[in-house]
């Protein structure tokens, strides 16, 4: 299956979609640090990127003549700065603001499916309106911003073809599906919510939900203090039961249902394996390097041991919040380190990293977690697999041979 990648960072979402068994026919990125990653494991062979034809540039100047209409699926996370907690919060009167682009590619290779990630800071009611927008742009590719309109009438006019009906099953439409999802709950070590808007085109009459989850904070407390496997697991004892959740705890000791999701997966179980980046064995694993300076204040502290880690973001030391430390089992704190980061976004431990610890963390800040990628692509290309099964089995019944 035929894929592009737009704003693709070091490579998480497009690393998902190359797992879930897409070919990236390219696969554009500004950043040059981003794109040195990308290239340097490219250069060692690294499997999934190996074969990536990458460019290093603005999608809006990129040669989309050269990508053939129809492709399976074109992909990306256009910049979340414009939408992001911790940005200036301009949306459409921010430059950075990558989401026309997006529309005006689609429009152009018309893919069978599109898979866009952005910030949850785009479903604030402060960009309610512009969201919706956003939506409408996505379903009717081929309904311009017209040159000196302003982007509400623009809006204005979308919600009239949008609720007139007139365009579907006519010209190129898609059915748009938006969700928020927190990628813990799909075995991601972190509390990450993201919002994912897929779409496929409309003349495929394809039916999609979002996959549903596969892990919950209940299995985890279960585990935690109801059976005790996970303290089991880690060769510890189990410590009390937190006041805060014994409640809880109780209930779900006292439920005579099955868990029917895994636990959550903690910063613990994904980096119990690793050295102490602060020991000599640490100089063996690549990006295991301790980083000093960590300190914890009221509202900055680090990400606790025994949950998933607070959401990485796309900074070093004046991160708000803590998010990129590590709270220790002494009550201490100190930083993430690369490698650490990278298994927090459930990138390969053979995935290197370029540049220094603030360059690499802020590109592991702005990461798609590739688990979770592989898990949105891998229920899209499912569907456009059977799509395709299907249109076969009507030419062959209408037919009596397939008809290229």
Same mark, same amino acid.
């Given at each position: 299956?035929?894929?592009?990648?737009?704003?693709?960072?070091?490579?998480?979402?497009?690393?998902?979609?190359?797992?879930?068994?897409?070919?990236?026919?390219?696969?554009?990125?500004?950043?040059?640090?981003?794109?040195?990653?990308?290239?340097?494991?490219?250069?060692?062979?690294?499997?999934?990127?190996?074969?990536?034809?990458?460019?290093?540039?603005?999608?809006?100047?990129?040669?989309?003549?050269?990508?053939?209409?129809?492709?399976?699926?074109?992909?990306?996370?256009?910049?979340?700065?414009?939408?992001?907690?911790?940005?200036?919060?301009?949306?459409?009167?921010?430059?950075?603001?990558?989401?026309?682009?997006?529309?005006?590619?689609?429009?152009?290779?018309?893919?069978?499916?599109?898979?866009?990630?952005?910030?949850?800071?785009?479903?604030?009611?402060?960009?309610?309106?512009?969201?919706?927008?956003?939506?409408?742009?996505?379903?009717?590719?081929?309904?311009?911003?017209?040159?000196?309109?302003?982007?509400?009438?623009?809006?204005?006019?979308?919600?009239?073809?949008?609720?007139?009906?007139?365009?579907?099953?006519?010209?190129?439409?898609?059915?748009?599906?938006?969700?928020?999802?927190?990628?813990?709950?799909?075995?991601?070590?972190?509390?990450?919510?993201?919002?994912?808007?897929?779409?496929?085109?409309?003349?495929?009459?394809?039916?999609?939900?979002?996959?549903?989850?596969?892990?919950?904070?209940?299995?985890?407390?279960?585990?935690?203090?109801?059976? #005790?496997?996970?303290? /089991?697991?880690?060769?510890?004892?189990?410590?009390?039961? &937190?006041?805060? +959740? !014994?409640?809880? *705890?109780?209930?779900?000791?006292?439920?005579?249902?099955?868990?029917?999701?895994?636990?959550?997966?903690?910063?613990?179980?994904?980096?119990?394996?690793?050295?102490?980046?602060?020991?000599?064995?640490?100089?063996?694993?690549?990006?295991?390097?301790?980083?000093?300076?960590?300190?914890?204040?009221?509202?900055?502290?680090?990400?606790?041991?025994?949950?998933?880690?607070?959401?990485?973001?796309?900074?070093?030391?004046?991160?708000?919040?803590?998010?990129?430390?590590?709270?220790?089992?002494?009550?201490?704190?100190?930083?993430?380190?690369?490698?650490?980061?990278?298994?927090?976004?459930?990138?390969?431990?053979?995935?290197?990293?370029? #540049?220094?610890?603030? /360059?690499?963390?802020?590109?592991?800040?702005?990461?798609? &977690?590739?688990? +979770? !990628?592989?898990? *949105?692509?891998?229920?899209?290309?499912?569907?456009?697999?059977?799509?395709?099964?299907?249109?076969?089995?009507?030419?062959?019944?209408?037919?009596?041979?397939?008809?290229?």
């Amino acid at each position: 299956m035929r894929s592009v990648e737009l704003f693709a960072g070091a490579g998480g979402l497009a690393m998902g979609c190359e797992m879930a068994g897409f070919e990236h026919l390219a696969v554009v990125e500004w950043d040059k640090w981003a794109c040195d990653t990308v290239r340097e494991n490219r250069k060692r062979g690294y499997p999934l990127v190996a074969d990536w034809t990458l460019h290093e540039g603005d999608v809006r100047t990129f040669d989309w003549s050269s990508i053939p209409e129809g492709i399976d699926l074109l992909a990306g996370g256009p910049p979340c700065q414009p939408f992001s907690i911790g940005g200036k919060h301009q949306a459409y009167d921010d430059s950075r603001d990558m989401f026309p682009a997006t529309v005006d590619i689609i429009r152009r290779l018309k893919p069978k499916a599109f898979i866009v990630e952005n910030v949850k800071g785009l479903t604030r009611a402060a960009f309610a309106n512009y969201y919706q927008y956003i939506l409408l742009q996505l379903e009717f590719p081929e309904l311009p911003h017209r040159k000196d309109e302003a982007w509400d009438e623009h809006f204005m006019r979308l919600q009239a073809e949008h609720t007139s009906g007139k365009r579907k099953g006519r010209g190129l439409t898609y059915n748009v599906v938006p969700t928020l999802v927190n990628a813990a709950d799909y075995g991601v070590p972190q509390k990450r919510e993201r919002v994912f808007i897929v779409g496929f085109r409309d003349d495929l009459g394809i039916e999609w939900s979002f996959p549903k989850a596969t892990h919950s904070y209940d299995a985890l407390l279960h585990s935690q203090y109801v059976t #005790g496997k996970y303290w /089991e697991r880690h060769g510890m004892e189990m410590p009390p039961i &937190p006041q805060k +959740l !014994a409640s809880r *705890v109780r209930k779900l000791r006292d439920s005579i249902l099955p868990m029917d999701t895994q636990p959550w997966r903690t910063v613990r179980d994904a980096i119990c394996d690793l050295p102490d980046p602060e020991t000599k064995a640490a100089l063996a694993i690549s990006n295991h390097v301790f980083q000093g300076g960590a300190r914890s204040y009221p509202g900055h502290t680090g990400s606790p041991y025994d949950l998933p880690a607070k959401t990485l973001k796309a900074g070093d030391h004046g991160v708000p919040g803590g998010e990129n430390m590590l709270v220790k089992d002494d009550g201490g704190v100190r930083y993430f380190t690369v490698r650490e980061s990278a298994r927090v976004q459930t990138f390969p431990d053979g995935f290197k990293f370029h #540049g220094s610890w603030s /360059e690499t963390m802020r590109q592991l800040g702005n990461a798609v &977690p590739v688990l +979770l !990628a592989q898990c *949105v692509a891998s229920s899209v290309a499912e569907k456009l697999i059977l799509a395709e099964m299907d249109s076969v089995q009507k030419e062959i019944k209408k037919h009596g041979k397939i008809v290229a």
